[in-house]
């Protein structure tokens, strides 16, 4: 009799740790979720291998006189097209200040400045370099410890700075970081410049 109560006793043990178990599992699960609906994560479309699919002009776009690419990063997280538009506004600028953004697994997307054909506000010179330069935005902090772009970042923006160059015949010493014309770190000192410019 005792012996069955002793297997008694540990049965329901073992019963009160599974519900408590199933109890925190369940509770932390909860926290999972709720934290993921306060603050949505941003994932970006697959890459598209094809370049000229991205750069490809409405029908009737008259293209613009490019003449020189420039590679900025974002100094913040990877996010949507929507948010990167809503952050420059409240900015003061009039829309995102770049003609292609290249998110974080080495999809990009075009700007309506693109699609427009119109120069934007990406650097400090206004008279030469904002009005033939095409600006790229390399999604990413890369002046922060640590923070480097993705190899799918790095391979999305040369297939497009190539096909960039070769649509519109610009030369490789005329692709610059901005930090060649600005007094900034764009687009950062953990940028892979140089691996970079032998790629193209």
Excluded at 99 to 110: D, L, M, P, R, Y
């Amino acid at each position: 009799m005792l012996q069955n109560m002793k297997y008694g006793l540990f049965d329901a043990g073992l019963r009160i740790c599974s519900v408590i178990s199933i109890l925190i599992f369940s509770l932390l699960l909860i926290l999972l979720v709720v934290s993921r609906s306060r603050s949505p994560g941003f994932t970006p479309a697959p890459p598209v291998l094809n370049p000229a699919i991205i750069t490809k002009l409405p029908p009737g776009t008259e293209p613009g006189n490019w003449k020189v690419i420039i590679i900025h990063h974002s100094e913040t997280p990877d996010e949507s097209l929507s948010r990167t538009a809503a952050r420059y506004t409240a900015m003061g600028f009039k829309g995102i200040p770049f003609h292609f953004i290249v998110h974080s697994n080495g999809s990009v997307e075009a700007t309506s400045a693109w699609k427009l054909q119109v120069p934007v506000p990406q650097t400090m010179d206004r008279d030469y370099f904002n009005a033939v330069s095409i600006g790229i935005c390399v999604m990413g902090d890369f002046s922060r410890s640590g923070s480097r772009p993705s190899s799918g970042q790095i391979s999305g923006l040369i297939r497009l700075t190539r096909n960039l160059m070769d649509t519109f015949r610009i030369k490789k010493v005329r692709v610059l970081q901005c930090s060649e014309i600005d007094d900034t770190l764009s687009p950062g000192t953990n940028f892979p410049w140089r691996r970079f410019l032998r790629s193209l």
